[in-house]
C-alpha cells in the first residue's frame, strides 16, 4: 500500500504561482496511473489534472487547462502540479491520489483511485 503525501500548498494573490508536491512512500510511483483532485468548502471533491505511468499523457479539466500542468519524477518517487495564474475560485484543499489498475472506467472520478492524501491547502485572495 503506497502512502502519499501532499505539500506546496499556501496562500497567494490572484495571478501567481504555486507548485504542489507528492511524495510516495515507495520506489513504485511509476507503478500508479495518478491524479489530482480539490475539494472547496461545501463542494464535491473534483478532478483537476492526471497523468500516465510514464508520464507521456496527461490529462485536465477544462477549468485548468492552459494554466495547470502535472507531471511525474518517477524516480523521486514525486508527482507535481504547477498552478499558474491562479483564480480565487482555484481555492481548495488539494490530493493526490493513485490508482493501481490498468483498466479504469474514468480518470476523473475519485472511486477509480485507491489511495490519497491528506491534502494541502491552496488559498487564492482576490
Do not use: H
Not at 505511468?53 to 496527461?58: E, P
Not at 480565487?88 to 490519497?116: G, L, M
Amino acid at each position: 500500500q503506497v502512502q502519499l503525501v501532499e505539500s506546496g500548498g499556501g496562500l497567494v494573490q490572484a495571478g501567481g504561482s504555486l507548485r504542489l508536491s507528492c511524495a510516495a512512500s515507495e520506489r513504485t510511483l511509476s507503478s500508479y496511473f495518478m491524479g489530482w483532485f480539490r475539494q472547496a468548502p461545501g463542494k464535491e471533491r473534483e478532478f483537476v489534472a492526471a497523468i500516465t505511468r510514464n508520464g507521456v499523457t496527461t490529462y485536465y479539466a477544462d477549468s485548468v487547462k492552459g494554466r495547470f500542468t502535472v507531471s511525474r519524477e518517477n524516480a523521486k518517487n514525486t508527482l507535481l502540479l504547477q498552478m499558474n495564474s491562479l483564480k480565487p475560485e482555484d481555492t481548495a484543499v488539494y490530493y493526490c491520489a493513485a490508482d493501481r489498475d490498468y483498466i479504469r472506467t474514468s480518470y476523473s472520478t475519485p472511486s477509480e483511485y485507491d489511495y490519497w492524501g491528506q491534502g494541502t491547502q491552496v488559498t487564492v485572495s482576490s
